[in-house]
């Protein structure tokens, strides 16, 4: 047989689409060519597919082959194609089967030496073969576990091309399937380490209980990087499908914990204030690789000392802040991938990062610095809250009286089941989730609960996106007081969120 045909998945972000890769032996002069918009990685597949094959012990056809991507404006990325390429060639050259390529997606990089290497975005590309109606997946066998996440779809594990060949002939193999890792529970830092500060221990435990987003503004060493680190620990479990999607980013990004195929637990990102735009959204040559914000995506993005963030990264953050998605265009194509976190920011109130006291600099200074968070940005944010700095005697004083992780986890569980209970049957699961329109049209509250509201909106000391912020924290305060619905009490505090700091009236 001189035409063969295979099967393998590009991914342009988290979504995929099936490949087809035809093998076709000419007579003609030896030589190898290979069609259907590859990229510098794919195109290099032609060297190691052919070394791998020669080194399993198969002779390389001597004919003029052509391999062929297709669809061919579909862009393809990446040492992925490797495994469906050689068993193009193989089939063509009659060493396997035809019908043994059909209905199975192969998915592996080729070493020279014939070994199967893993790769990069398994879990989407296995998801987008079931979903085409695939039943079979080969891939390396350090990719087996992550395969194995989707339901319906049998996958094998190969560790070198010899292993392929056997499993395409039905011939047995030692499919050495990695154990799974013991895994440790995961230390984090409790929220019963930080003294005081009761509006910012507060402001945690909404964000998490609604997946609200917050500032916390004080001086330096007040614990606002300690509450932030804090936030995570307060979060439940990430459901199935929620884990899934994460897992998708993740794997794609190439960050899976090793042995660890599901990502479990709300994801944390702090990247550091120097980072650039294409690390936090997403970027880089070809595809977009996914960014910070999204491998934040059901959890939280945490920027410390906000400020010193450059102004392109701050402003980027408005689209998913927004949508909860990033859509990012590259020649290669423009990548979706998902981004809903919860936004924290920590900030000094002046660029001298001195204590309150020691600061002697003018309030221009101080203003100047904190509008760095522009305005847009800053009226997305629920909650602007003031870290002031702890006393010595605040410091020694036994914090045995002061809330657990386990416990405050527990009320934004509750709290979290609620506002699920009432949302059911929408495609919202937290109050932030909310559209402000829906939230009033759906769950209006009386005048005499939203009345501080309606005059802070009516005097312009709120916008009319930062009303619906303080309605839908007032649902988390109400929730996690578990009370039917906001009274005037909850809109209050939402409002005193809300309008905490000086940098709120920046925002206005
Ligand atoms: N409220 C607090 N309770 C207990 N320890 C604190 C508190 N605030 C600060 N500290 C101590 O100071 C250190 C620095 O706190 P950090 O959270 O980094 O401050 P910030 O981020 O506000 O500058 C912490 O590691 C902790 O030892
Ligand atoms: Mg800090
Ligand atoms: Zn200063």
């Known amino acids: 047989m001189a035409l063969a045909r295979a099967f393998a998945v590009a991914l342009v972000g988290v979504e995929g689409q099936v490949v087809e890769?035809?093998?076709?032996?000419?007579?003609?002069?030896?030589?190898?060519?290979?069609?259907?918009?590859?990229?510098?990685?794919?195109?290099?597949?032609?060297d190691r597919v052919r070394a791998a094959i020669v080194n399993s012990g198969h002779s390389w056809p001597s004919r003029r082959i052509t391999l062929a991507l297709s669809p061919a404006w579909l862009p393809k990325r990446g040492s992925g194609f490797d495994l469906a390429l050689a068993a193009a060639v193989l089939s063509a050259d009659g060493v396997v089967a035809a019908a043994s390529l059909h209905g199975r997606v192969l998915l592996g990089e080729l070493g020279l030496d014939g070994r199967v290497r893993p790769v990069r975005g398994v879990l989407?590309?296995?998801?987008?073969?079931?979903?085409?109606?695939?039943?079979?997946?080969?891939?390396?066998?350090?990719?087996?576990?992550?395969?194995?996440?989707?339901?319906?779809?049998?996958?094998?594990?190969?560790?070198?091309?010899?292993?392929?060949?056997?499993?395409?002939?039905?011939?047995?193999?030692?499919?050495?399937?990695?154990?799974?890792?013991?895994?440790?529970?995961?230390?984090?830092?409790?929220?019963?380490?930080?003294?005081?500060?009761?509006?910012?221990?507060?402001?945690?435990?909404?964000?998490?209980?609604?997946?609200h987003h917050a500032l916390l503004l004080g001086p330096p060493g007040?614990?606002?990087?300690?509450?932030?680190?804090?936030?995570?620990?307060?979060?439940p479990p990430l459901s199935r499908q929620e884990a899934l999607e994460v897992t998708a980013v993740h794997s794609v990004a190439g960050l899976l914990p090793e042995g660890e195929p599901l990502v479990?637990?709300?994801?944390f990102q702090d990247p550091h204030h120097t980072a650039t735009v294409a690390s936090i959204v997403g970027g880089g040559s070809g595809i977009a690789r996914p960014g910070a914000a999204s491998l934040a995506h059901r959890g939280v993005l945490f920027l410390d000392e906000a400020p010193e963030f450059s102004s392109r990264v701050l402003d980027a953050l408005r689209q998913p802040l927004e949508s909860g998605r990033l859509s990012i265009t590259r020649v290669g194509g423009t990548a979706v991938y998902p981004a809903a976190f919860s936004l924290l920011l920590a900030a000094n109130p002046c660029p001298c990062a001195k204590p309150d006291g020691d600061c002697s600099c003018p309030p221009d200074t101080r203003r100047r610095y904190l509008a760095r968070l522009s305005g847009p940005l800053l009226d997305r944010v629920d909650m602007h809250v003031e870290v002031p700095q702890i006393t010595l005697t605040e410091l020694l004083a036994d914090s045995g009286h002061t809330e657990t992780t386990a416990v405050v986890a527990a009320r934004v569980r509750a709290a979290r089941a609620r506002a699920r209970s009432r949302l059911a049957g929408t495609p919202w699961r937290t109050n932030s989730q909310v559209p402000a329109v829906e939230l009033?049209?759906?769950?209006?509250?009386?005048?005499?609960?939203?009345?501080?509201?309606?005059?802070?909106?009516?005097?312009?000391?709120?916008?009319?996106?930062?009303?619906?912020?303080?309605?839908?924290?007032?649902?988390?305060?109400?929730?996690?007081?578990e009370c039917d619905r906001p009274g005037p009490e909850h809109v209050d505090h939402a409002l005193r969120f809300r309008l905490g700091t000086a940098v709120g009236e920046l925002a206005a």
């Open 222 to 235: 007040s614990g606002k990087t300690m509450l932030a680190e804090r936030l995570p620990g307060l979060l």
């Open 124 to 211: 989407p590309a296995a998801l987008t073969a079931r979903r085409a109606g695939i039943e079979r997946l080969v891939v390396s066998s350090d990719n087996l576990r992550e395969a194995h996440l989707v339901p319906g779809l049998t996958a094998r594990g190969v560790g070198c091309l010899r292993d392929l060949v056997a499993l395409l002939r039905g011939e047995d193999y030692d499919e050495s399937v990695p154990p799974a890792p013991v895994r440790l529970p995961v230390e984090r830092p409790d929220l019963a380490d930080v003294v005081g500060q009761v509006s910012g221990r507060t402001a945690v435990e909404v964000a998490a209980a609604g997946g």
């Open 440 to 481: 009033r049209r759906r769950w209006p509250l009386p005048r005499t609960s939203t009345a501080t509201a309606d005059v802070a909106l009516d005097r312009g000391r709120l916008t009319a996106r930062g009303y619906g912020r303080v309605l839908r924290l007032a649902w988390t305060l109400a929730d996690l007081q």
């Open 21 to 46: 890769v035809e093998a076709d032996l000419a007579q003609g002069l030896p030589g190898l060519t290979v069609i259907g918009l590859p990229d510098a990685a794919l195109a290099e597949a032609r």
């Open 264 to 267: 479990e637990l709300p994801p």
